[in-house]
């Protein structure tokens, strides 16, 4: 038993020298200057893509003191991957280069504050599992007490693998 545990240390040694070397070239993708965060940051061959929210379906009216309209959470989830998908080319990568995905969902007040997994999953296969893009990436889906902007249901954030 001695042994064996001898040859572990020794391995995980080698190991952390081997990884002191390497150096990985880190890149922020801000979109602007005046932005609390960044779109995405690059991390050697990942890019891990922050939270995406939806754009209204209506934009707000001031004129008239009408709200902006974001839609139910599959209109939500569609807006949120859209962005996700333009965010992603705009780097030379795709949905097919997404190898995680975590998704934060709000409870929908016309279901009662229950999250709409079914709504979610409606636009998600419109990315995910078809014939052209048969990619699967890991997934997790959380229900939040509540997300960043009082309207969201639906914030999408993925780590993406540029392919060698």
């Known amino acids: ?25 880190v890149k922020h993708l ?3 200057e005046k932005s609390a965060i960044a779109d ?12 995406q929210l939806a754009s209204p379906v209506t934009p707000a009216d001031a004129a008239t003191g009408k709200a902006a ?3 139910d959470t599959k209109t939500q989830a569609l807006s949120a991957l859209n962005k996700i998908q333009a965010l992603l ?13 975590s998704v934060f969902l709000g409870g929908d007040p016309e279901k009662g504050g229950k999250l709409d997994f079914a709504g979610l999953q409606a636009s998600y296969l419109q990315f995910f599992g078809t014939k052209d893009q048969p990619n699967k990436p890991a997934r997790s889906a959380f229900q939040v007490a509540a997300l960043a902007a009082p309207w969201a249901l639906v914030e999408i954030e993925v780590i993406a693998v540029k392919g060698k």
């Open 1 to 25: 038993m001695k042994i064996g545990m001898s040859f572990a240390a020794a391995l995980l040694a080698g190991a952390a020298c081997v990884g002191a070397g390497a150096q990985v070239t």
């Open 89 to 101: 080319k705009a780097q030379g990568l795709d949905m097919k280069d997404v190898v995680k995905m």
């Open 40 to 51: 995405g940051v690059w991390a050697g061959d990942t890019l891990y893509l922050s939270g």
């Open 69 to 71: 309209v974001y839609g």
């Open 30 to 32: 801000q979109p602007n």
